[in-house]
């Protein structure tokens, strides 16, 4: 698969199409003045009618349009203006390791395919979603939007700057807790090939600071696997500088245990914490990861 070098390259009209009926909502109370379809922390609704919403486990019944519903053969949920917008943070890990490119996509491209997507996903909502491109020299960062032009602007971001960097994800955590935004849902992007403690710091203070954290990891099949059975020359692609060269018989057994060790550290550490853990492969279709994950969101929540 080519790399999204355009932005209908990066969410084609197949993937909106895919979107057009999911919906992302917050579990807890958030802040914010915009209209939304998430519960306000202030107290009150306006009686002015703004739109409708599909309804999901957990709306008020005395909201439904009944009407509405009747002719559609569907619930729809009365929106007022005084309901708040969600906001969502999108934080993308591009670190040189995720240039890994086993079945001709690479990690990174993956994940701005599911960053875009949920872009799309989160302002079709008529919620705001911001941008956080974690790199070690730059942090690329736009605030959060609401417009059909701010999607674009992420879109262009996303396309116009590429990986290959030191990871310093922890930091573009820090810099997003310290920047004090209204509480929300921040969606980190990455394929967790770092020093778990210093991240799961962050991720565990942004929680303190009242928002949801949702946290995707994308893998690569070599890298899961290990397919190697001779001597082979590895390459550090985040420092190319270093370089070793392995006798990998020995070492397939003990890498394949310590991959699967880390997956299973970050699944019990999100659900010790609260905090929604979603793994998928660089070859699994990003409409159907997140299709898959909003109904086990959905079932959950009910």
């Known amino acids: 698969m080519p790399a999204p070098t355009t932005i209908e390259q990066l969410l084609p009209p197949s993937a909106k199409e895919a979107l057009r009926h999911l919906e992302l909502h917050a579990r807890r109370s958030v802040d914010g003045l915009r209209h939304g379809v998430h519960r306000s922390r202030r107290s009150g609704v306006s009686t002015d009618f ?84 974690a790199a070690a020299r730059e942090i690329i960062w736009l605030p959060a939007g609401a417009s059909d032009t701010h999607l674009v602007r992420i879109l262009d971001a996303l396309v116009a700057n590429g990986a290959g960097t030191p990871d310093n994800l922890s930091a573009c955590l820090r810099a997003i807790r310290e920047r004090a935004e209204r509480r929300g849902l921040v969606v980190v992007i990455t394929d967790l090939l770092f020093d778990p403690l210093p991240v799961q710091r962050e991720l565990g203070r942004l929680q303190a600071q009242g928002h949801e954290v949702l946290l995707f990891q994308v893998r690569d099949a070599t890298e899961e696997e290990f397919p190697f059975n001779r001597w082979a020359q590895f390459h550090c692609l985040e420092n190319p500088a270093v370089k070793h060269r392995l006798d990998t018989v020995p070492l397939k057994r003990i890498y394949r245990e310590e991959y699967q060790a880390l997956l299973a550290d970050w699944r019990a550490w999100t659900k010790q914490h609260g905090m929604d853990f979603v793994s998928f492969r660089t070859t699994d279709r990003v409409e159907r990861v997140l299709a898959d994950y909003l109904a086990d969101r959905v079932r959950v929540a009910r």
């Open 50 to 133: 703004d739109h409708h919403k599909n309804y999901v486990a957990g709306d008020p019944l005395k909201h439904i349009d009944w009407k509405a519903s009747a002719r559609h053969d569907r619930f729809y949920v009365k929106r007022y203006v005084e309901e708040t917008a969600l906001a969502v943070r999108l934080v993308v890990d591009r670190s040189g390791s995720m240039l890994q490119a086993t079945d001709g996509v690479s990690k990174y491209e993956q994940a701005c395919r599911l960053a875009a997507s949920l872009a799309y996903l989160v302002i079709k909502e008529r919620d705001a979603a911001g941008l956080a491109l």
